[in-house]
């Protein structure tokens, strides 16, 4: 942490402290220096304040020079009784005037006999104001006189400079939503009849809030705030949509008209004929159950034959049920047991003739592959086809090598 200390006539005051400091971390400081008074020693009129973190070899240097004697002051460059001071009403020097007794103000303007300045100053303080004329203006005679802004479409305006024409809530960076909305006056929006809100960026009616094919705000189930709905939600229970008209978590009423669906649609379910009577609605036949307006649910089931309805409901202002039920079921095909055996049995024919098929063929091919190979070696033979090569004689036949031949 660094220690800031103010070096001033040689005296060290430590003014701040911060902790927690890196290399390359940025702080800023304030120095006021107030001279109270002028030295007696004209030595003194030029002094060195140093201001520096302790730890560092570095320091901020200011030179002070202590104006203690003006040229201007001079009575050679003194302009008595000034047109500049309202009427010669006080002297000229050193850029303002130095009223006359009985006068007060900047240009000597005030009548100040019969009044006390500091009462005619206690005049232009707004309540609970620290400054005179809301720091945003002058205080002549007891009298703001409110300072000119740069911009000539903003406004200082009250008898304390209080007020003014910019200062109020925005709305998507226009004042008061822009004037087709409101205007800012005196620091406040004053909306036009059609809004409100801080910056008129909310419509007073609720129409926003309200679904086409419905007079109530929200669905009953939200708020309707600035034009917008804000759904109720609870621990089972969470509205959404434009117009809270959706609840995917609430438990709905589906399996309570179930049963009369059935029964009043398809002559089926667990209720009997005089039960069917009780139900307190009449569904309204359509080709195809689904969602087409805001608020409805769709709802689907399936019944004992495994056969899928369908039926869609939804609440009217007394929170009856209107039901719009799909006339017809979505029933799966039945099995047909007999073409499933006949595929099976056809399927064992195919699999066995091919299996036959394939078999006849390897014997072909084995077959003429012995017979190639049989007239191979038929012709390869070389013994005479007169004789039997398997014949052999009965006698044999000895020569006698020493035999010359005699």
């Not at 911060?18 to 109270?36: D, P, Q, T, W």
């Not at 004329?133 to 911009?151: A, F, K």
């Not at 621990?235 to 179930?258: A, I």
């Not at 195809?288 to 039926?311: M, S, T, W, Y």
Request: net charge negative; with cysteine; proline share 5%.
């Amino acid at each position: 942490y660094f220690f800031f200390l103010f070096l001033f006539r040689g005296d060290r005051k430590k003014t701040n402290e911060c902790e927690g400091l890196k290399v390359g971390n940025s702080v800023n400081f304030e120095a006021s220096i107030e001279i109270k008074k002028c030295p007696k020693n004209k030595a003194e009129w030029n002094q060195t304040i140093q201001i520096y973190p302790v730890g560092l070899n570095e320091a901020l240097v200011i030179d002070l020079e202590i104006i203690c004697e003006c040229r201007c002051e001079k009575p050679w460059n003194e302009e008595r009784d000034s047109d500049k001071c309202t009427f010669g009403n006080g002297t000229y020097q050193c850029g303002i005037c130095s009223c006359y007794d009985g006068r007060s103000g900047i240009n000597c303007e005030c009548d100040s006999k019969d009044t006390d300045p500091t009462i005619d100053e206690t005049k232009c303080f707004f309540i609970n104001e620290t400054k005179p004329c809301s720091g945003r203006g002058i205080c002549h005679c007891g009298v703001c006189e409110c300072i000119p802004r740069q911009n000539p479409e903003e406004v200082v305006t009250g008898k304390f400079c209080e007020c003014d024409n910019f200062s109020c809530d925005r709305y998507e960076g226009k004042i008061c939503s822009g004037p087709s909305h409101g205007e800012c006056e005196c620091g406040k929006c004053q909306c036009l009849p059609d809004w409100t809100g801080h910056a008129c960026e909310c419509k007073k009616d609720n129409e926003s809030c309200i679904a086409p094919d419905s007079n109530q705000i929200c669905s009953g189930h939200g708020e309707c705030k600035c034009g917008v709905c804000e759904c109720f939600e609870s621990e089972d229970q969470r509205y959404s949509g434009r117009f809270c008209e959706d609840c995917p978590t609430c438990p709905g009423l589906c399996e309570d008209l179930k049963e009369c669906v059935q029964c009043l649609m398809f002559d089926s379910g667990p209720l009997t004929v005089e039960e069917c009577k009780n139900c307190s609605f009449i569904p309204v036949e359509v080709s195809e159950a689904e969602v087409e307006e805001p608020g409805q649910r769709l709802c689907v089931f399936r019944d004992d034959d495994d056969c899928k309805f369908k039926f869609v409901y939804k609440l009217d202002e007394d929170n009856k049920p209107l039901v719009w039920a799909q006339r017809t079921k979505d029933c799966p095909e039945p099995i047909n047991i007999l073409a499933i055996v006949l595929g099976v049995i056809g399927g064992i024919v195919l699999v066995g003739l091919a299996l036959l098929l394939i078999w006849k063929l390897l014997t072909t091919i084995h077959d003429r592959r012995e017979f190639a190979k049989f007239e191979k070696e038929r012709q390869m033979a070389k013994w005479d086809t007169g004789e039997n090569p398997i014949y052999k004689q009965a006698t044999s036949t000895f020569k006698n090598p020493t035999y010359g031949g005699k």
